[in-house]
C-alpha cells in the first residue's frame, strides 16, 4: 500500500498484538483453567484424574489436539468439571481466568459457564454464581480488567432445567451477569426445544447469545436468530452455506463470535485456510475473535489474532477493525460502551505510535505489511 496521506504503521508482532487492547466475549470458564491448578485441586479434594503430571493430563484434555469431533472434544470437561464443585474452586477459576486475559491486555472477558454442572456436591446455584463473580470482582480490582458472565443452558438437558437456568439469569441481571447462551452438542439438540428459556430471558430484557452453526448447519443458526431472537452468534462457521441467512445477519448486525483453533480442533473446519472469518470479515460482517477454551485448545487472545494474521491475511488495520468490533459487540449498556471505545480507540492509537516509534518501518508491501493506521471506530451499533 502506498500514498502520500497513509500513515505506513508498524509490522504485526507477539508483542504487539500482546500490547493492543482485546475482548474475550465467547470464553467457557471450565474450559480455561490452569493445567497447575486442576492438578492442585484435584490433590486437595481427593479427585482422581486420568494423568498426574502436567503433560499426562495436558494430553488427556485434548490440550491443543486435533480432535475427532465436537463430542470428542466435550469429553475434556469431564476432566474440568470433576475439580469446578467446590466454592473455592470456583472463586479460584474465575479469579485465575481474568488475572490470565489481564496480562495479555483483554480489557473486557465474557466469562460463560452453565451452573447446573457445578452441583453435584450440592452447591447452590446461587452459590455458584456469587463464588464466580466475586473471582471476577477481586482480579478488577488487582488488574483493572472487565468481567461480567453469561449463564449458560445445556442443548442436550431437558428444557426445564434451562427456565431455572434462565430464571437465575434474571435475578442476576444488573449484578454481573449480561446474558444468556445455548451450549453443548448441536446435532440432534435444536435451540427450539429450549424456546421458554429464551422468552423468559427476551421477556426480561436479557441478551441472548447461542452456539450455533459450529457442528451443525446454518438451520441451527436460523433457529437462534428466528427463533430465539439472539443477539450474537457463538461460532456460526457454517454460515456461509446459506447466502440469504448469511445476509440477513450481516444486515441486522448480529456479531458472530469467531474462535480459529477451537473450530480446527473440533473439526468444525479442516484448517484455518479453510476457516471463514477472512470471507465473513471481507463481506462486511461484525466478526470478533475469542478464545472459545484457553486450556483445551491451549490458546489466547493474542494466538488468535496471530492466526488471523498469518494464515488468513488480516493486516494490522484488519485487525484494529476486529478488536473495535469486539467491543461494539460486548453486552454492555450503550454509554458504558462507548465510553470504553473511546478509551480504546485512544489506547490503539497509543500502541501503534509507541511501536512505531520503537522499531522502523517497513515498505509498503513488504513481509508483515505496513498498513493504513485505522479510522476511529464510530460509536453507534
Known amino acids: 500500500m ?66 475427532e469431533s465436537l463430542e470428542d472434544y466435550l469429553t475434556a470437561f469431564d476432566v474440568t468439571l470433576a475439580v469446578l464443585q467446590t466454592e473455592e474452586a470456583l472463586y479460584r477459576a474465575a479469579h485465575e481466568l481474568a488475572t490470565d486475559c489481564a496480562a495479555e491486555n483483554v480489557r473486557y472477558l465474557e466469562v460463560r459457564y452453565s451452573p447446573v454442572l457445578h452441583t453435584r456436591q ?38 426445564v ?43 426480561n430484557n436479557v441478551n441472548v447469545t447461542i452456539h450455533a452453526g459450529e457442528a451443525f448447519g446454518p438451520e441451527s443458526i436460523a433457529q437462534a436468530v428466528h427463533w430465539c431472537g439472539a443477539h450474537r452468534i457463538g461460532h456460526g462457521v457454517r454460515l456461509r452455506e446459506s447466502g440469504d441467512l448469511l445476509n440477513y445477519v450481516n444486515d441486522h448486525r448480529i456479531p458472530l463470535e469467531m474462535c480459529p483453533s477451537s473450530n480446527v480442533q473440533t473439526g468444525s473446519v479442516p484448517n484455518f485456510a479453510a476457516h471463514p472469518l477472512r470471507f465473513y ?12 477454551n484457553r486450556l483445551v485448545t491451549d490458546t489466547t487472545c493474542t494466538k488468535e489474532l496471530l492466526i488471523a494474521h498469518r494464515e488468513m491475511g488480516f493486516t494490522l488495520e484488519d485487525l484494529c477493525t476486529v478488536l473495535v468490533q469486539g467491543f461494539k459487540s460486548a453486552f454492555l449498556p450503550f454509554r458504558e460502551k462507548a465510553d470504553l471505545l473511546r478509551q480504546v480507540n485512544a489506547e490503539i492509537a497509543d500502541v501503534l505510535a509507541r511501536f512505531g516509534r520503537a522499531a522502523p518501518v517497513p515498505a509498503a508491501g513488504a513481509a508483515g505489511a505496513a498498513v493504513r493506521g485505522p479510522r476511529p471506530a464510530r460509536i453507534t451499533p
Open 2 to 67: 502506498s500514498g502520500p496521506t497513509r500513515e505506513a504503521l508498524p509490522p504485526v508482532t507477539e508483542e504487539l498484538v500482546r500490547a493492543l487492547p482485546k475482548t474475550d466475549l465467547h470464553c467457557h470458564l471450565d474450559g480455561s483453567l490452569r493445567v497447575a491448578t486442576i492438578l492442585e485441586l484435584a490433590e486437595q479434594q481427593g479427585v482422581k484424574l486420568p494423568a498426574d503430571t502436567t503433560d499426562g493430563l495436558a494430553k488427556a484434555i485434548h490440550m491443543g489436539q486435533i480432535c
Open 122 to 159: 450440592g452447591l447452590k446455584p446461587t452459590t455458584i454464581v456469587d463464588a464466580v463473580l466475586e473471582g471476577l470482582r477481586v482480579a478488577k480490582r488487582e488488574t483493572g480488567i472487565k468481567s461480567n458472565v453469561i449463564i449458560c443452558g445445556i442443548r442436550h438437558m431437558d428444557p
Open 161 to 203: 432445567t434451562s427456565v431455572r437456568l434462565a430464571e437465575l439469569a434474571v435475578a442476576y441481571k444488573g449484578k454481573g451477569v449480561v446474558g444468556f447462551d445455548l451450549a453443548g452438542a448441536e446435532e440432534g439438540h435444536p435451540a427450539r426445544r429450549h424456546r421458554d428459556a429464551v422468552q423468559l430471558i427476551l421477556d
Open 281 to 292: 470479515f471481507d463481506f462486511g460482517l461484525r466478526v470478533t475473535v475469542n478464545t472459545d
